[in-house]
């Protein structure tokens, strides 16, 4: 819901979180008036919420997009101007942020292996 609110009423939004977010992205739809920061929490191992993307475990008609390609979208809705960056933050913990971006609008995304938000 988040994300739908963020396309939707970005004048009214400061920033979006999202913890094993399902996300209907792409959205040719969404064009927020003012870059918005995002942050995403998700698992690895999610089967409701696929990290790499496709049908979910509850529902093989709809498939979610990777979240890698959720972030990537939102990084170029807010004209992130760096590449992003990778890091491990823990044995089990990555984190990909796009920095640089209009209206310091970054995207940042947290990986947890073998957990399930």
Same mark, same amino acid.
């Given at each position: 819901?988040?994300?739908?609110?963020?396309?939707?009423?970005?004048?009214?939004?400061?920033?979006?979180?999202?913890?094993?977010?399902?996300?209907?992205?792409?959205?040719?739809?969404?064009?927020?008036? =003012? !870059?918005? !920061?995002?942050?995403?929490?998700?698992?690895?191992?999610?089967?409701?919420?696929?990290?790499?993307?496709?049908?979910?475990?509850?529902?093989?008609?709809?498939?979610? !997009?990777?979240?890698?390609?959720?972030?990537?979208?939102?990084?170029?809705?807010? $004209?992130? $101007?760096?590449?992003?960056?990778?890091? =491990?933050? $823990?044995?089990?913990?990555? =984190?990909?942020?796009?920095?640089?971006?209009?209206?310091?609008?970054?995207?940042?995304?947290?990986?947890?292996?073998?957990?399930?938000?």
């Amino acid at each position: 819901m988040s994300d739908l609110l963020a396309c939707e009423f970005s004048n009214r939004i400061a920033a979006i979180g999202g913890v094993a977010g399902a996300y209907a992205q792409p959205r040719e739809d969404c064009h927020p008036s =003012r !870059p918005v !920061p995002v942050i995403g929490f998700h698992g690895l191992d999610d089967q409701i919420v696929p990290y790499l993307g496709g049908p979910s475990s509850r529902d093989d008609e709809f498939a979610f !997009p990777a979240i890698e390609d959720w972030a990537a979208n939102w990084a170029e809705r807010n $004209t992130c $101007t760096n590449p992003p960056q990778k890091n =491990r933050l $823990t044995g089990e913990i990555d =984190r990909t942020s796009y920095k640089s971006c209009e209206g310091n609008a970054d995207v940042i995304t947290s990986r947890y292996e073998g957990i399930i938000l």
